[in-house]
């Protein structure tokens, strides 16, 4: 059940046994700079400075349960076990800042084998390093310039539910502290949701009993593997934007299901089934959404898209719309933008000690991990 609203961005949360020091997190950003799924320095680098920068939860970009799973020839992924000793560094490093590290952990389905934004649009043929072998609830391309998909079997839905199963088992491994299932923004468990895409005629499809069915499925093959004092993330679509499709009222149902096996919170999104659908894009647009199921079905919820303003997140909190701010464009901007929303809301937060030099004064030393270790 949701806490009690907090006075503050910066007051702890705990969830499970995992105490949080802010309320503050780095969404998922795909970042495309892998080969093979393999997480390199630019990861190292780039989610590591987020953690300098006073994050209390860092998550890995969408992270491919298989190699068709992925957007692009280049997303990062944890489908081998040899993906483990790469972000296992990531960890320790963020870990060493004061951070909680998650990992989203993702299937494309129909959006899969695509060119990385700055490479091209739409699919990525094999002979361009795309695959053939794109899955999705029922054969119907996400647009016309995107992969045919193929209809998966249930031998398939099964593959599929114990790839994250996999996943999971390594994201232990690696020593992430949180793992959060995408089910947004039109990658595959989002299809099987929305009947936009999903058209099957078997206890997959249908009525929003079946239409649930893979992601509860998921969830619980994760759980078996994913110890319940550590945090598990769902990250939703609330709704399609589109008469017919997935939306809020049952997306309030399914927060309850997830709730009740065991989904520790909702990262509230939305968009990202239909191509063109027109979504009212503003500062906080989809914070409404947290701040229903929160309220409807009784389960901690995250708030992000377009918050920017260390004064709109402090409200989103305060207000009791969300448990958590979870921040992604800003912190592309501004890997440091805990830090200074602390002094632009006049509250505490501890600098790196390497970094005192250009805090604001009175700032606290970030206490050295090997002290924290160490406490009795």
């Not at 947004?184 to 929003?208: K, Q, T, V, W």
């Amino acid at each position: 059940m949701p806490t009690q609203n907090p006075a503050s961005l910066f007051s702890p949360i705990t969830i499970g046994a995992l105490t949080l020091p802010n309320r503050i997190v780095v969404s998922p950003m795909c970042e495309y700079s892998c080969e093979d799924g393999f997480a390199n320095d630019w990861h190292l680098v780039h989610l590591g400075s987020r953690a300098v920068g006073g994050a209390a939860l860092v998550f890995t970009e969408a992270t491919a349960v298989t190699p068709e799973g992925r957007i692009s020839p280049q997303d990062l992924g944890l489908w081998k076990d040899e993906h483990i000793a790469p972000l296992a560094r990531v960890t320790a490093f963020l870990h060493s800042q004061g951070a909680s590290a998650g990992i989203q952990l993702a299937h494309a389905g129909r959006k899969a084998s695509t060119w990385r934004p700055w490479s091209g649009e739409g699919v990525q043929t094999p002979d361009k390093g795309g695959w053939d072998n794109v899955l999705a609830p029922s054969a119907i391309p996400f647009a016309p310039n995107y992969p045919q998909p193929h209809e998966l079997d249930r031998a398939g839905i099964a593959a599929v539910t114990q790839a994250f199963r996999a996943a999971a088992l390594r994201a232990d491994k690696a020593g992430f502290d949180v793992i959060e299932i995408h089910s947004a923004h039109g990658y595959l468990l989002h299809e099987f949701l929305s009947p936009i895409s999903n058209h099957r005629s078997d206890e997959y499809g249908g009525s929003i009993d079946n239409r649930v069915r893979l992601l509860l499925e998921v969830v619980a093959a994760v759980r078996a593997v994913w110890s319940r004092e550590r945090p598990l993330f769902v990250r939703i679509s609330v709704t399609d934007y589109t008469e017919g499709g997935w939306d809020l009222p049952q997306s309030i149902r399914l927060a309850a299901l997830l709730r009740d096996r065991g989904v520790d919170l909702i990262d509230c999104s939305s968009g990202g089934n239909v191509l063109g659908a027109a979504i009212p894009l503003g500062p906080g647009y989809q914070t409404p959404f947290s701040e229903a199921i929160r309220a409807q079905a009784g389960v901690l919820t995250g708030a992000v898209g377009m918050i920017t303003d260390p004064a709109q997140a402090a409200h989103i909190v305060r207000t009791g719309q969300a448990d958590l701010v979870i921040i992604a464009r800003e912190f592309l901007r501004d890997p440091y933008w805990p830090l200074h929303a602390a002094t632009a809301l006049g509250e505490t937060a501890s600098w790196p000690p390497q970094y005192l030099r250009a805090a604001p004064l009175k700032s606290p030393p970030r206490t050295p991990i090997d002290e924290v270790k160490n406490k009795p």
